[in-house]
């Protein structure tokens, strides 16, 4: 898998100081639209970025699969797409395979070959696993033990498209106009300790969590190796994965909700916590003790998605910008209100959330934010 980092950038550098970009929108109500919008707010933040990484994910972009696995995944030679193949015959039952559409765009070049493949688990196959450890599994050993292959998507009616470019190059490349979806995230990139590679752009995913990120986490050891302990495997060469992970970890295994998994990430300071009610207090001081070793430091702007949600969130001081806007149904968040403004020139709400305090929004409830905020 680590071969993969051979596919380079056309700039030849590794780290250019510059800042990340994020923008993604949600209609609550479920309604589909397509990533025109999002190919243009984010293409609006072109200065934040260097050309070494942009991506999207969208959800409910499969209709005709929605019930299947959707496997993105990235070859550098058709050795390791056969071998790449033959596992998932072996192991799980190929649906449908087809190369993932592109198109010739200026910016792209060197680009691996991109195929997905919709699957499903048998009970036979996947024996004393539940469906979704056994396709973490699945995907852990391709990305680990075979060469030249990264599984860089693989949830249910949704995809990841990324790449080593300027994000609007890499929404056209993929043409994701011609997708439409409920829920839409997307990312500009330059690498902040870490090459820039096709697989290290953002977003990040496992399952159908995803991860888009502007910042730098600092405490990516500590957090590597406490996820390492419930048999994660981090190999793509950035800080950002041990956030979809811990997500995967907490939310989906552990079953905390938004807001406790948020106090884990963003905890309150020690000085706080010892001035809450007694009850609060204890709750706290549990979860630092539990997944003290999930605590990210560094300043942080991220955007988490799975199915049927988006939440935005920062570190618990602000050290990386983040607005968020509501128009009827839809819920926007981004690095620079213009960038909303542009796609959605009317608001009903536009404001600033209070740091380490996550902002939802749901296809099961209204859009759910903080009672402190600051209105723009």
């Known amino acids: 898998m680590r071969d993969l980092t051979r596919v380079s950038n056309s700039h030849s550098d590794s780290k250019v100081i510059d800042a990340c970009s994020l923008f993604g929108v949600m209609d609550t109500s479920g309604g ?34 929605a019930d299947d696995y959707a496997f993105h995944i990235m070859f550098l030679s058709q050795k390791a797409k056969t071998e790449t193949e033959c596992f998932l015959e072996k192991f799980l039952n190929v649906k449908h395979k087809e190369e993932v559409p592109i198109r010739d765009q200026k910016g792209i070049v060197n680009p691996p070959i991109v195929w997905r493949y919709f699957v499903s688990i048998s009970a036979e196959k996947r024996g004393q696993f539940s469906e979704e450890d056994y396709v973490v599994d699945r995907v852990m050993y391709i990305n680990t033990c075979i060469d030249d292959a990264f599984v860089f ?8 498209f990324k790449g080593v ?66 048999g994660y495997q981090c190999t793509m060469e950035t800080d950002t994965e041990v956030i979809a992970y811990g997500v995967d970890l907490l939310m989906r295994k552990h079953g905390l909700s938004v807001e406790m ?9 020690w000085s706080q916590i010892a001035r809450m009610p007694e009850a609060e207090r204890k709750i706290m001081i549990t979860l630092r003790q539990i997944y003290g070793g999930l605590l990210l430091n560094g300043p942080f702007t991220v955007i988490i998605a799975h199915t049927g949600e988006m939440i935005g969130m920062t570190d618990r001081i602000r050290l990386r910008p983040m607005v968020v806007g509501e128009y009827r149904s839809k819920l926007f968040i981004s690095s620079e209100e213009s960038a909303i403004r542009l796609v959605q020139p009317e608001l009903d709400k536009v404001w ?10 749901s296809l099961k409830n209204p859009i759910k934010a903080q009672k402190e905020a600051t209105t723009c």
């Open 352 to 361: 600033l959330p209070v740091g380490g305090v996550p902002v939802i929004g």
């Open 32 to 65: 589909r639209f397509s990533g025109e919008d999002l190919i243009t707010a984010i293409g609006s933040m072109h200065d934040r970025g260097n050309g070494l990484g942009g991506g999207f994910a969208a959800y409910g972009i499969y209709p005709d699969f």
């Open 165 to 230: 470019g300027y994000p609007e190059d890499i929404g056209r490349f993929f043409r994701l106009e011609e997708y439409e979806g409920y829920l839409w995230t997307s990312h500009g990139r330059f690498p902040t300790n870490t090459k820039g590679w096709w697989g290290g752009a953002h977003p990040f995913s496992l399952l159908d969590w995803t991860v888009v990120h502007n910042g730098e986490i600092s405490s990516y050891g500590i957090n590597k190796r406490f996820l390492e302990q419930y």
């Open 261 to 269: 998994a948020a106090k884990v990430f963003s905890a309150p300071l």
């Open 153 to 160: 998507s693989s949830g249910k009616n949704m995809g990841v």
